[in-house]
């Protein structure tokens, strides 16, 4: 993983997505705890592609989605 502190952040984020995902399944939240888990990772996915952005406006471009 790249050592910036938005890799970082979205790291930890994704472990929070993570862990409240588990306590939703116990619950028996099955909709809404796939749909948080999708939504709540792919931001480190997006953050990772735009670390391999071909300029600085696809960069930011990338980060806006």
């Known amino acids: 993983m790249n050592n910036n502190i938005l890799s970082q ?3 930890d984020f994704s472990l929070e997505i993570i862990a ?3 306590q939703l399944v ?3 939240e099955y909709v809404m705890s796939k ?3 999708r939504c709540g990772t ?3 996915a997006n953050i990772f ?3 391999y952005a071909f300029s600085s406006k696809d960069f930011v ?5």
Do not use: C, M, P, R
Not at 61 to 65: D, G, Q
């Open 9 to 11: 952040k979205s790291f």
């Open 20 to 22: 409240l995902y588990k």
């Open 26 to 28: 116990e619950e028996k």
């Open 35 to 37: 749909q948080l888990l």
């Open 42 to 44: 792919s931001v480190g």
């Open 49 to 51: 592609e735009a670390n």
């Open 61 to 65: 471009h990338k980060l806006t989605i």
